[in-house]
């Protein structure tokens, strides 16, 4: 069994930043190994970047956000991962941000290996199914890209 952290960082200009789209599409890729009656990836919605002044500490919630921020980033960056005992987490700990709040899963080679390579085709077809083949086309000769009005409408 290897002791397993998973993290994903999404950077982006702040005019264009919108963090529900990437965080559900990742939580998407990640729900296609859950079993309803079997473990699953879940979040850490402690270690994400969203606080709330309802939050635990109940204090400076912007502040707290920024540095978890940064904090995650450099964690990212340096590959730190936290000590599972209790010292190793109160080392870790912050003024705004608690090391305690870190979790890690448990996978076994199988599960690392169906990660980093998921099951393709010839895994996943029968052995008395044919393959169905299929190929890329090019679009129609006469099909109009920029016109008046009248091209468009005599394709429709």
Not at 44 to 62: A, E, L, V
């Amino acid at each position: 069994m290897f002791d397993t952290l998973i993290r994903f960082v999404y950077l982006s200009p702040k005019a264009g930043f919108y963090d529900t789209y990437p965080r559900r599409g990742i939580v998407g890729a990640f729900n296609q190994y859950q079993v309803l009656d079997l473990n699953g990836f879940t979040q850490n919605y402690d270690k994400s970047t969203r606080t709330k002044i309802w939050n635990f500490p109940y204090y400076f919630p912007n502040r707290r956000n920024e540095y978890r921020k940064h904090r995650l980033l450099h964690d990212y960056h340096h590959r730190e991962v936290i000590e599972h005992t209790f010292i190793g987490k109160l080392i870790s700990t912050y003024l705004l941000d608690s090391g305690f709040k870190s979790k890690s899963a448990l996978l076994n080679l199988e599960s690392i290996a169906t990660l980093f390579h998921p099951p393709t085709a010839p895994v996943l077809t029968a052995p008395h199914l044919k393959r169905v083949e299929s190929r890329k086309g090019s679009p129609p000769a006469g099909l109009a890209i920029f016109g008046e009005e009248e091209s468009i409408e005599k394709f429709q």
